[in-house]
């Protein structure tokens, strides 16, 4: 009877955990995108001490 | 027996629950809307964002309406039309509604503000403190004007939409703020005069409750005739087109003809069939918006294949 009892508030909270998984999966999923999106409409980015090909071969000119 | 009791009282709310704190009908034409918003923007936006920032806003509704579901749950319980929602029916706590509610808006704003940028998380926010606040804790039991003030917050949605794109708020944007906020008035006062029993008993200010419904089949009427100018001024803006003319002008044609035959009757005809022409009004008036903003979307498409008639 307990065990009966237990299993059915489990089953109940089943559906809710996984709803709220699947929710938490779908956000990272949509934050991963949007991360990506973002850091590639920055453009190329250069640190100071980044020197491009094409830069470096500039003095030797 | 005690087993049985004890499930009774701790019922486990499922997921699908906690998801009808956010009004997912109310949810749908927000999302909708401020869709249209931001499609019909003369700035394109990739579609990860433009996805994120719909989502976003949807959320965003949906919170507020959980805090609205947490503040009315007392006169919900008591109209026929709200007592099978999550509070009043017993399933969810108004402490969750609360929380959920909470937790959602500030989740929706910030994230609004990341992926577009903070003028549409700002209308966000506002939008939320607007509906939950403004609305739902001050107006809806205060005064009749309740409906029309409160439709401000159901207009936000396609200008933050055209912000998430532009980044600003221009007169396209404030047409279609004004063409729902217009609208509102008519289509709820269209529902509360069949609806009678349910604001009468919670005693929620309705103009009908408050004024009679004599003033309210006048005020249907008012309200109409002033949509009808705003609707069709759209059209003549940098968004409208062949198409929304188009609609407008038969969807604005048929919303004046109900509305006048509203303002005609009086209680004995409309007693006699069942409210038949009011009825008739408010499901029209559905149609009404759908059909004018889906009408922008077939114009803004008509435009992307450089099909600009002028």
Known sequence: MAIKAEHEIHTRRFSRNLGVGLTLAGFVVLLLALSVVKVKQLGTMQAFDQVSGSERSEPQK | MSDTNATDMEYEAGFGDYFALLKPRVMSLVIFTALVGLLVAPVAVHPVVALSSILFIGIGAGASGALNMWWDADIDAVMKRTAKRPVPSGRVTAQD?????VALSGMAVVMLA??????????????????????????????????????AAGAFPPVIG?????????????????????????????????????????????????????????????????LVPVAIGLG???????????????????????????????????????????????????????????????????RGFGLEIW
């Open chain 2, 97 to 101: 509604a609360l929380a959920i509610g």
């Open chain 2, 162 to 226: 055209w912000a998430v794109a532009t980044g600003s708020v221009s007169i396209e944007s404030l047409l279609m703020f004004a063409l729902i906020f217009m609208w509102t008035p008519p289509h709820f006062w269209a529902l509360a005069l069949f609806m009678r029993a349910d604001y009468d008993t919670a005693g929620v200010p309705m103009l009908t409750v408050t004024h009679g419904r004599r003033v309210t089949r006048n005020h249907v009427l008012i309200y109409t005739l002033l």
């Open chain 2, 114 to 151: 990341l992926a577009a940028n903070l003028l549409a998380a700002g209308l966000l926010a506002f939008t939320i403190f607007f509906y939950a606040v403004i609305y739902t804790m001050w107006l809806k039991r205060w005064t009749p004007q309740n409906i029309v003030i409160g439709g």
């Open chain 2, 236 to 302: 003549l803006t940098s968004i409208g087109g062949p198409a929304y003319l188009a609609v407008s002008v038969v969807m604005n044609a048929l919303f004046l003809k109900g509305a006048f035959a509203i303002w005609r009757r009086d209680e004995t005809q409309a007693e006699a069939d069942n409210y038949r022409t009011e009825r008739q009004v408010f499901r029209l008036s559905l149609y009404y918006l759908f059909l004018h903003f889906s009408a922008l979307l077939v114009d803004a498409t008509l």
